[in-house]
């Protein structure tokens, strides 16, 4: 199963595992209603694609003191060191300006999720995890998984869209 879920593929859903995303895949363009400038997406449809991670939780935070935070942040390491040095210089190539890669012998995932909405201060602690562990289906019919269980070490599939990270210049700026 694992090995299925690290080569995952989906075009018509556009789902890819992370080794496996798409070559041509670019930085969306602006349309109305459908603003995708900092989403990597597949360049025909101009759609964000959906990456899946298979790997270890390396660290969660999601909470301080029992409250969430208003950014929750996992960071996974991928099942494969070669897999992960592929992804740091595919994100480092994407990134404004590129990015050399590193000789980093840990080529880590970080996700990012803000648990707080536009229309409200107080953060709602992120609640889209699932307990595939007897049997991976729709997240519809998975079970929920408890946050405050997940551990490091943890064998996770990390779902997420790749946004543009954008370098700061001299002057401080974006």
């Known amino acids: 199963r694992i090995n299925a879920l690290s080569s995952f593929v ?3 859903a556009n789902v890819y595992a992370l080794g496996s995303i798409l070559l041509t895949a670019t930085w969306g363009s602006y349309q109305p209603f459908k603003d995708h400038r900092d989403l990597l997406c597949n360049p025909v ?11 270890h939780i390396a660290s969660a935070w999601f909470l ?47 996700a990012i999720k803000w648990q707080s909405t536009k229309l409200s ?8 995890i699932y307990d595939a562990h007897d049997i991976f289906a729709n997240k519809s019919e998975l079970p929920p998984y ?13 779902e997420c869209k790749i946004i543009c990270y954008k370098v700061k210049d001299a002057n401080n700026k974006w």
């Not at 950014?71 to 990134?95: E, K, W």
């Not at 408890?146 to 990390?158: A, F, M, P």
Request: glycine letters at 8%; zero cysteines.
């Open 10 to 12: 989906d075009k018509e």
């Open 45 to 55: 449809t101009n759609v964000p694609i959906v990456v899946w991670t298979v790997g």
């Open 64 to 110: 301080k003191r029992g409250v969430p935070e208003k950014q929750a942040a996992v960071t996974v390491i991928p099942l494969s060191n070669m897999l992960g040095a592929q992804t740091s210089r595919l994100l480092g190539g994407l990134a404004i300006p590129p990015i050399k890669s590193t000789d980093d012998p840990v080529n880590a995932v970080r």
């Open 121 to 128: 201060d107080e953060p709602e602690l992120f609640g889209d």
């Open 146 to 158: 408890l946050i405050e269980d997940l551990k490091k070490d943890d064998l996770v599939l990390l």
